[in-house]
């Protein structure tokens, strides 16, 4: 049974277009973040949601938006998609450092978007 | 600004030898020091982690060394195995504000019989 899953895992899209990211973690974690890793391989956070709450915004242009129905989900949404969003996204989870003594970030899969 | 340094950038070990890797970080207030595995096609996983109030942290054959008067610290892998092969990301977080990660830029480990 996955604990963080995310859909799709291949997204192939033209340039300009709308897409969106789908995470679900079954942990009961209280925080969700997207991270985005290039090619480079550089992990570099974008968001974190503690309870469907936004508590960091990394600089990231506003084309890039989440959203946190509930606990369990965090979503990314991306317009107007341009060449340089080319990257693997993942979606992550964690209990907050101060009920666990450790920050245990558990990641998805990840969503590799290629933008054409 | 990489608050995480980490290198060798890519290493390659033999079967069976120690594959060492180093990171350093300038921000005093980290207080938490993960080391992340990441297969080809998968998600980071936590390997093993040390606060600082700890010199060393030994998991089966994987160490983490933490020196916190130089700000550094070191992954040990002995008696590397193929299966070993993998990027290993260090990370660090601060003891206050929004406990996000930072992560080091990676280290491409490949292990060779």
């Known amino acids: 049974d996955t604990a963080v899953s995310q859909t799709p895992k291949y997204l192939v899209t033209q340039m300009g277009n709308d897409k969106s990211i789908k995470c679900e973690q079954n942990l009961g974690h209280d925080t969700m973040y997207w991270y985005k890793q290039d090619s480079k391989k550089f992990l570099k956070i974008m968001f974190s949601y503690n309870n469907k709450e936004l508590i960091i915004n990394e600089t990231v242009p506003n084309r890039f938006s989440p959203k946190s129905p509930d606990k369990a989900h965090l979503n990314l949404h991306i317009n107007s998609l341009e060449l340089g969003d080319s990257a693997v996204y993942f979606c992550?989870?964690?209990?907050?450092?101060?009920?666990?003594?450790?920050?245990?970030?558990?990641f998805g899969a990840g969503s590799r978007l290629t933008v054409l | 600004q990489q608050q995480v340094k980490q290198s060798p950038q890519s290493l390659i070990v033999q079967k069976g030898g120690i594959s060492i890797i180093n990171c350093a970080y300038e921000?005093?207030?980290?207080?938490?020091f993960p080391w992340y595995q990441q297969f080809p096609g998968k998600g980071p996983a936590l390997l093993i982690a040390i606060r600082p109030d700890v010199s060393e942290k030994k998991e089966g054959r994987f160490t983490i060394s933490f020196n916190k008067s130089a700000k550094q610290f070191s992954l040990h892998i002995m008696d590397s195995q193929p299966g070993d092969s993998a990027t290993y990301f260090c990370a660090a977080r601060s003891n206050f504000g929004n406990e996000k990660l930072t992560f080091g830029t990676g280290t491409r480990l490949t292990i060779i019989p």
């Open positions: 921000n005093t207030a980290f207080d938490y």
């Open positions: 992550a989870s964690s209990q907050p450092v101060s009920r666990t003594g450790a920050n245990v970030l558990t």
